[in-house]
């Protein structure tokens, strides 16, 4: 079992920035692909960023050169850095780890004001 527990969504204004964090428990993850994901109300869910467990990086086209993910195996932590922050980023953000079925966290609101 993996609990994924994401942090640091919030309110902020377009232009700005926010750090999302997801911690692993239950499982070392450090070698295992962790994804973000996002949905935006009444939309499916998408996704954002995975990195994987050598460290390479695959970002949608919509986050491409804004949005940053990055790992800290010692704190078994995956975390995404969203700079020039856009209303459309606006949805609840998702931490998802390829282990057995899949694990998904409860996920983090961002909500980004014009």
């Known amino acids: 079992q993996v609990q994924l527990v994401e942090s640091g969504g919030g309110l902020v204004q377009a232009g700005g920035s926010l750090r999302l964090s997801c911690a692993a428990s239950?499982?070392?993850?450090?070698?295992?692909?962790m994804n973000w994901f996002r949905q935006a109300p009444g939309k499916e869910r998408e996704f954002v960023a995975r990195?994987?467990?050598?460290?390479?990086?695959y970002y949608a086209d919509s986050v491409k050169g804004r949005f940053t993910i990055s790992r800290d195996n010692a704190k078994n932590t995956v975390y995404l850095q969203m700079n020039r922050l856009k209303p459309e980023d606006t949805a609840v953000y998702y931490c998802?780890?390829?282990?057995?079925?899949?694990?998904w966290g409860q996920g983090t609101q961002v909500t980004v004001s014009s």
């Open positions: 998802y780890v390829n282990i057995a079925s899949g694990y």
């Open positions: 239950g499982r070392t993850v450090s070698s295992y692909p």
């Open positions: 990195i994987s467990g050598s460290g390479s990086t």
